[in-house]
C-alpha cells in the first residue's frame, strides 16, 4: 500500500459515505454502512479500498491490540510501572474480562466495521462493472481484508467448547439484521474460500497493497493454525520458491520506516499518520510503556543471549526490561513476514517426518538470528521455543499455544481451551441481539 496522505484518507472515507469510524460505531455498535451512492466510478472503488486498509491500522485492530491483548492474556507481559494499567487490561491479565470490556467490545466493533466495508464494496463492483483486471484487484483486496479479519476474530472470541464462532457476514447487514453466531468450521470453511479466491484474483505486484503471495502467505498460516500440514507445506513453499522475498541481515530493519524483502504483507504509516501508537503506548520505554516483557519471556533467550533478536529487541532501563521494537515512531507493521513462512513450512515438515527438511527451515531463520544451527528437534519444544523468539509480541505467541492445546497458559495455568481466554461478546451487542449466545 502506498503511503496515504491524510486527504487521501478523508476522501476514501467521504466516498464511503462515512463521518467517521468512532462516530458511526458510537451511531450504530452493531454492524452499519450508510449509503453508497459514492460506490458508483472506479475512482470511488479505489477509494473505498484505500479507506478499508485504512480502517485497518486503527489501534483497536492491527494498529495495536490484534497483537498486544493477546500477550496480555497469556501473562507474556509484565506491568513495567512506568503507565497506568486501566481497567480493561488489569481483567486481561487477571482473566477476569467482563461483557463491558472496551478493548473486547472495540476489537469486535471494529473488525466488523472492516468485513462490512469489504462487503459493501464487493456488492459494488458488479454495478460499477470497472475493467476485469481492476474489478479482480478490488475483489482480491476485500476477499483477502474479510479473511484476514475473520480469522482473528475466531482465534479471539470462538469457543471451542461448544463450537460457535462469531457472525458470518458475506453481505452487507445493518443493526436490524440480528446474526447469530456461525459454527466455527464454517468460519473457517469461508476463510479458506475467501484467501483461495483473493489468491487466484489478485495481482503479483500491488503497490504494497495486498497481493497473491500475500494471499497465499497468510493461507498458508491458517492451514498451519489447522493442523493441516500438506496444504501448509504447499502454499509456504509456493511463496519462498518464489524469489520474490528473502531474509534480510537484521530482523529489527522489518520494524522501520521501509518495505524490505522479508515483509510480504505490512500496514503503512506516512509522516502525516503513524500508525503503531498503541503498541508504543504499551512498550515503548520512551513513552512511558505500560509493560515489561514477563520473565518467562526472557528465559526463551537465557540460554543463548548472543542472539539477535535478544539484543536487538530488548534493553534494560533502571532494572526493568523494555522494548525497542517499536520505538520507530512512523514505523510500518508487518503483518506476514518470510521468516514465518520457513518455521509453519519447517513444523508442518517435521510432523511429516521430513526431518532433514524441518532442519533446514528452522536454521534458516536461526542463522538470521546468529544463534547455533540445531541437528535434531525436540517435539513440541524447538519449533515453539523458535516461533515464540521470531514472532514474540507480533500476535503469535498465544493463539500457537491454543493451538498446541497447551494445559497450563498464562500465569494462572488455564487450559487452552479455557472461556476465561477468550473474549466474550460485547454486553450491547447481546442486549440488542438475542440471536447471540455468550460464551460461558
Partial sequence: MKKITISIITLAAALIGFTSCKKIIEKTPEMYLSDQTA????EGLQAAIIGTYNALTNGDIYGGNAWACGDMIANNVKPSGQGNIVYEETQMLEKNMSPDNRLTASFWQNAFYVINMANTILQAVPNVNPPASIANQINGECLFIRGMMYFDMVRYIGNPNNGLGVPLLTSPTGIDGKPSRAQITDIYAQIVADLTQAASLLPESNDNRATSWAAKALLSRVYFYLNDDDNCIALSTEVINSGKYSLVDSVEDNFLTVITSEIIFALLATQQQPISGTLMGYYRYASNGKFSPSVDILKLYILEPVDQRYRKF???????????????????????????????????????????????????????????LLTSIIPNKSFYYERARELMFQGDNFFNMKRMQKEQISDLKLPWNSVRLMYLIPQREMDVNP????NQ
Avoid at 440471536?435 to 455468550?438: C, F
Fill in 39 to 42: 460506490l458508483t466510478s472506479v
Fill in 435 to 438: 440471536n447471540l449466545v455468550q
Fill in 314 to 372: 530488548f534493553v534494560n532501563h533502571g532494572g526493568k526490561t523494555f522494548l525497542t521494537m517499536f520505538d520507530e515512531r512512523y514505523m510500518n507493521i508487518p503483518l506476514i513476514r518470510l521468516a514465518e513462512l520457513y518455521l509453519n513450512r519447517g513444523e508442518c515438515r517435521y510432523n511429516k517426518e521430513d526431518i532433514t527438511g524441518a532442519l533446514e527451515d528452522i536454521n534458516i531463520v536461526r542463522q538470521r538470528a546468529g544463534v547455533s
